[in-house]
């Protein structure tokens, strides 16, 4: 009974944190946006990231398809902010 209710709390602890930061900063170019090829050992752009230097972290795409699927309201707002743009 006790593994349950720790499992259920570190379940919520971790939607908490994905919630308030879902990005982290890229593990392979340490979020300097740019690595070396493997081969070549030229500088190319981060492919893990796509060069922006922070990637989702593991369920925060998850948790926020579900956020945005029960707050459509939400999608709505940042739709139109990017239309302002
Ligand atoms: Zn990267």
Known sequence: MHLILAV????????????AS???????CKGERVTRHRLTKRLIGCP????????YRRGATLVHR??????PELRDMRDTRKDDN
């Open 8 to 19: 259920i709390v570190v379940l919520a602890l971790t939607a908490a944190v994905l919630l």
């Open 22 to 28: 879902p990005t982290r900063t890229c593990a392979r």
């Open 48 to 55: 893990r990231c796509k060069g922006t230097g922070r990637h």
């Open 66 to 71: 579900y956020r945005w699927t029960i707050r």
